[in-house]
């Protein structure tokens, strides 16, 4: 496992390449570490870097898995206030970090 550090303004995004035994196509996981503001010192787990189908890559937020009516949901953990512009934003900087990050070969 590598650790990568990224710092952004008050957040650091801490990449951490998955091994050889990950599930196929998960690339990495990410943190965000906050390091200003009101959530100082605390970090967010749980987000994924994976390849898509089409050559691309996604991300996918924290997120908590339920059942309902027997069948199994699971609910984001980060949302936006308002529309998508600030989760699309996140995606962008953590793959922006990604790309940056990534070996060259």
């Given amino acids: 496992m590598t650790t990568l550090d990224i710092t952004t ?7 951490a390449r998955t091994p050889h035994t990950a599930p196929v196509g998960k690339l990495a996981d990410a943190e965000l570490h ?13 987000f994924g870097i994976w390849a898509a189908r089409n050559g691309g ?12 009516d027997g069948m199994r949901r699971s609910f984001t953990l980060l949302r936006d206030v308002s529309g998508h512009a600030a989760s699309d934003a996140l995606r962008d900087l953590i793959l922006q970090t990604y790309v940056e ?3 060259r070969t």
């Fill in 9 to 15: 303004n008050s957040v650091t995004i801490k990449l």
């Fill in 101 to 103: 990050t990534a070996p």
């Fill in 34 to 46: 906050f390091t200003s503001g009101p959530l100082a010192g605390l970090k967010l787990l749980g």
């Fill in 57 to 68: 890559r996604n991300v996918t937020f924290p997120a908590r898995q339920y059942s309902a």
